[in-house]
């Protein structure tokens, strides 16, 4: 690109790249991209639509759209991505945050306010990542405590940064761990288990889109031959706990509800099955 070009020129010819590269939807990439560099929102793009962009911003852009063009998300080239209305950091160190998690977040809010609304509860959150599940429940109910657990360190590392830029240090523990064997280990009980674990079976990844299977860690993706193996561990370590939790709520694969279901249902719980906007199944939920 040369330099002395308009937004909009500079818009056009992004989207152009983009839809070259066989990005799917390259304008409304080359508008996400140009609206960050610029630091506007959608309103104030198209009032300077007829501005010129700096050399600066020039390059940056080019260099974004380079890394763009060979698969990686915008999320990880902008560093961030939106959950639940607060911004987190996202690296390629952690699974980027989708907005059907932000289901499994509400569930877990609307089952415990219904049923413990004054009671301090204790959260687990296994395969915490970024993070995202246990700030934003620390958010929105801040009489909580919550354990945060992740196999990855450079994961917790991302979910210190986030907890840190939400102020929700003081009510997260982070755990380096497997599944619940820390909690096991120590012999602590807990009101309520939240699970977004790696649910895609190991021979579907590589079908999966670029974006996904060559960037987001396999660690945070594989969930065995099957996709259901996290969930057969997490349950088999629940039935060795002390006291069993209040509330098991897990995120799931599209076609994984009954086999999850059962699994729970196998603990003693009364066992409900949700779907997410599409109509999939997306969340099992357990209750003691």
Known sequence: MNTGKSIRVAYQMAASFLHKHGIESPEFEAEW?????????????FMIW???????QEIKLQQWLNRRAHGEPLQYIFGD?????????????????????????????QEAIQKWELETLHVVDVGTGSGCIAITLAKECPHWRFTAIDISQEALQVARINAKKHAAVRHIRFVHGEYLSPMLQEGVTFDILVSNPPYIPSSHIQFLEKQVSEYEPKLALDGGEDGLEPYRVLTRQVAMLPVKPRLIAFEIG???????AQLVENLGAQVQIRKDWAGHDRIVLGKM
């Open 254 to 260: 599209h076609d994984q509800g009954e086999a999850v």
């Open 33 to 45: 991209l140009l609206r960050r560099i610029l630091g506007v929102d959608r309103t104030q793009f």
């Open 81 to 109: 991505q939106e959950f639940y209305g607060r911004l987190f950091t996202v690296t390629p160190a952690v699974l980027i945050p989708r907005p059907e998690t932000e289901l499994l977040v509400e569930a877990v809010i």
């Open 50 to 56: 007829d501005q010129l962009i700096t050399p600066e």
